[in-house]
T-cell receptor, first 114, second 115 residues
Framework: NAGVMQNPRHLVRRRGQEARLRCSPM?????VYWYRQLPEEGLKFMVY????????ESGMPKERFSAEFPKEGPSILRIQQVVRGDSAAYFC????????????FGEGSWLTVV | AQSVTQLGSHVSVSEGALVLLRCNYS??????LFWYVQYPNQGLQLLLK??????LVKGINGFEAEFKKSETSFHLTKPSAHMSDAAEYFC?????????????FGKGMKLTVNP
């Protein structure tokens, strides 16, 4: 029973390049969340998606960041023209969606911008 | 908006001693509350959750937490620390608004266990 799968686990990008992070939710889960963890800080909510819909993107930076969860395939968090400040751990999580349901986290994708 | 406060960032205990990690929440509605643990370079693992059933919640690895509405607290405890408990612990509250539900996390608490 696979958990939330994220790849790549580690990604190095030069400033100005694009980063794409992928997330496959747990089997049976249709709700996906992305969180960012900066050094010495807790997890900050970025975006909440259901299949083909963005439900809440209140935590997403206004520029360069986008997320999708297509009908088929994994959820993608895309960061264009990366800057050093984007270096962080990005965690994907999934749930069945009902209020109070447990949200399960993936192992994270560590982005380093050089 | 819902919020969580974890005062301090580090706590150190001796092996076999009581572990107490404090969490206070702010919520305008009856909350769902969670404790997660994160080992170095890994994702978050759910320790336990409170969803308005019993106020004393038992979780994995011998941890438990008590929901106290009068104190708006959800402190995490373990009677006897083990070396393997060294990790970072996050308290979180569920924030439901406008069809969206997400977790709001505290800043975390790094637990060190000394032999």
């Amino acid at each position: 029973n696979a958990g939330v799968m994220q790849n790549p686990r580690h990604l190095v990008r030069r400033r100005g390049q694009e980063a794409r992070l992928r997330c496959s939710p747990m089997k049976g889960h249709s709700h996906v969340y992305w969180y960012r963890q900066l050094p010495e800080e807790g997890l900050k909510f970025m975006v909440y998606l259901q299949k083909e819909n963005i439900i809440d993107e209140s935590g997403m930076p206004k520029e360069r960041f986008s997320a999708e969860f297509p009908k088929e395939g994994p959820s993608i968090l895309r960061i264009q023209q990366v800057v050093r400040g984007d270096s962080a751990a990005y965690f994907c999580a999934s749930s069945q969606g009902a209020s109070g349901n447990t949200i399960y986290f993936g192992e994270g994708s560590w982005l380093t911008v050089v | 908006a819902q919020s969580v406060t974890q005062l301090g960032s580090h706590v150190s205990v001796s092996e076999g001693a009581l572990v107490l990690l404090r969490c206070n929440y702010s919520s305008s509605v009856p909350p769902y509350l969670f404790w997660y643990v994160q080992y170095p370079n890994q994702g978050l693992q759910l320790l336990l959750k409170y969803t308005s059933a019993a106020t004393l919640v038992k979780g994995i690895n011998g941890f438990e937490a008590e929901f106290k509405k009068s104190e708006t607290s959800f402190h995490l405890t373990k009677p006897s620390a083990h070396m393997s408990d060294a990790a970072e612990y996050f308290c979180a509250v569920s924030d439901v608004k406008g069809g969206s539900e997400k977790l709001v996390f505290g800043k975390g608490m790094k637990l060190t266990v000394n032999p």
